[in-house]
């Protein structure tokens, strides 16, 4: 009830709810996490804006909490569901607020909520309920006598100001030995005693199907994880009936019906359009025309989609790298800089990559062609340099004596010399992008990785295949397409020189 006040009071729902009822020709956009519920409730949202007339837009599958954030405050998405506790404790860790004093905070980064859903889906420690009565364990506090128990826990919770340090540091916990790893599989790891405890959400549907003992938080360290819908505040003045709509949702789920609609999706194998769908009809009358597309289309999609990334992203990368190579080679001083510049980018993990470049770029395509264009630098620019450096020098120096300008030998000379190596690092670069591509999914990106984020989630094998295979015959298919350039690009006496390792200026000569 204090959120209830303070959210009519601080972000002006009534005057919402009573806003102009005509139809708007708005498009929305609405994100979720890759986690099953949070999918299923932004398929609520999106299905239920559609049938208020909106163009609508579900990116789901999205990283994590900061993406979705990130996305809502560059404008990119429109609306996501979260949590109070995470936005309290997460997104405003250092704020320290209030739940009271939570809707001015979003009111000032431009964002308002939604009245609560209904549903509190805490945090908990969750062990196989085998393990657990045979330990005696029932509490957290329970867990300090079990020093050598090993936890996995997802990367979020480990670095949460509510997650494992936090926890650790409020029960005195002795445990060292912590791994952290994705949500999903973490319930793998504790089915195959490769884990004995892990972070679990109290409405997951999961906690049934690995037969999970819940542990009673005896000390009350997990605050309420209340579900709400993050808008961005200008939807009031785009589309009142939207911002209206989303509070026709408070209180219409509790945790036993939520938990329900996991398991629907998450044991029973029902996609979440359908789950949500269902949910629409049952609650308010509502039916949702779905067309879910069979394998065929989807691999199709996912095809083009994934190709699009990979052949933009390389195409932008050789006509940067070549020049950058050349240049490289003509300017030693500014060639070291180039290639540790180049070298140091590579280094970075593409998921931090993703995630810094959501406010410069936004999400979907955008950021993942940026990513991997940078990426494919360092492998375009090397194999330029090296494919120049080369280049024997008294061919260069014949072609100087015959008068040539640096262009002219440059072109006729020394990149044809040069080709092979110049090919071989871009095949490294395309076959380096057909797989990074694949985790651009996090930030909205189609193609092959949306199959595998969704089949992790789910436990779903079929469903992870349907991505990695496809992946993995696309890399095959561009090396296969790089060998024929080369014959065809590359003259028969440099490939003679290479399979025989002859020299390069007698086989070119």
């Avoid at 670095?159 to 994705?182: C, I, M, N, Q, S």
């Avoid at 997951?204 to 819940?214: E, F, K, M, Q, T």
């Avoid at 140091?344 to 264009?373: D, N, Y």
Wanted: proline fraction near 4%; hydrophobic fraction near 50%; charged fraction near 20%.
């Amino acid at each position: 009830m204090r959120l209830v006040c303070a959210l009519l009071v601080s972000s002006g729902l009534a005057a919402a709810a009573c806003g102009p009822s005509g139809a708007s020709t708005a498009k929305l956009v609405v994100g979720s996490k890759k986690f099953t519920e949070s999918v299923i409730l932004g398929e609520v949202l999106t299905q239920l804006w559609r049938a208020e007339g909106f163009e609508v837009r579900h990116r789901s599958e999205l990283g994590g909490t900061p993406v979705l954030w990130n996305g809502l405050l560059a404008g990119e998405l429109d609306a996501s569901v979260e949590y109070t506790g995470t936005l309290l404790n997460e997104t405003f860790a250092d704020q320290h607020l209030s739940l009271e004093q939570l809707p001015e905070a979003l009111r000032q980064r431009g964002v308002v909520l939604s009245l609560p859903l209904g549903f509190n889906n805490t945090y908990a420690l969750g062990m196989r309920a085998d393990l657990a009565q045979e330990l005696g364990i029932a509490r957290v506090s329970d867990l300090a006598d079990h020093p050598d128990l090993e936890l996995g826990f997802g990367n979020e919770f480990l670095e949460r100001a509510d997650g494992w340090g936090a926890l650790k540091a409020f029960y005195g916990l002795p445990h060292t030995r912590v791994r952290g790893l994705d949500h999903d599989l973490a319930y793998r790891g504790l089915e195959q005693d490769h884990i004995q405890v892990m972070d679990v959400y109290s409405t997951d549907a999961s906690i049934l199907r690995y037969g999970l003992r819940v542990l009673e938080d005896d000390r009350d360290f997990f605050p309420r994880y209340d579900a709400v819908v993050l808008m961005r505040s200008d939807l009031q003045r785009r589309a009142p009936l939207a911002f209206a709509a989303a509070n026709r949702l408070a209180g219409c789920l509790d945790e036993s019906r939520m938990t329900a609609l996991n398991a629907r999706a998450k044991l029973e194998g029902a996609s979440e359009p359908r789950v949500a769908a269902d949910f629409l009809l049952e609650r308010f009358g509502m039916r949702s025309a779905l067309r879910e597309a069979g394998l065929a289309a989807r691999l199709l999609s996912a095809t083009g989609d994934h190709l699009l990334l990979v052949l933009l992203s390389l195409a932008a990368a050789v006509l940067v790298a070549l020049p950058l190579g050349i240049l490289a080679v003509r300017r030693p001083g500014a060639g070291r800089l180039i290639l540790g510049v180049v070298g140091v980018v590579q280094t970075i993990p593409s998921l931090a990559l993703f995630v810094f470049l959501i406010p410069v770029v936004g999400l979907g395509a955008k950021p993942a062609i940026v990513a991997l264009f940078l990426y494919s630098l360092l492998p375009i620019v090397r194999g330029t340099h090296a494919g120049l450096v080369s280049v024997p020098a008294e061919l260069s120096e014949a072609a100087r004596a015959l008068g040539l300008p640096y262009a002219a030998r440059l072109r006729l000379v020394e990149l044809p010399l040069a080709a092979r190596s110049i090919l071989s690092g871009i095949q490294t670069a395309a076959v380096i992008n057909v797989g990074t591509a694949t985790i651009a999914a996090i930030v909205g990106a189609e193609g092959y990785g949306q199959a595998i984020l969704a089949g992790i989630r789910r436990d779903d094998l079929a469903l992870i295949m349907e991505g990695a295979v496809p992946a993995a015959m696309l890399a095959l298919v561009v090396q296969g397409l790089f060998e024929l350039l080369e014959r065809t690009l590359v003259s028969p006496g440099l490939r003679s020189g290479r399979r025989n390792g002859g020299d390069t200026a007698d086989a070119s000569a």
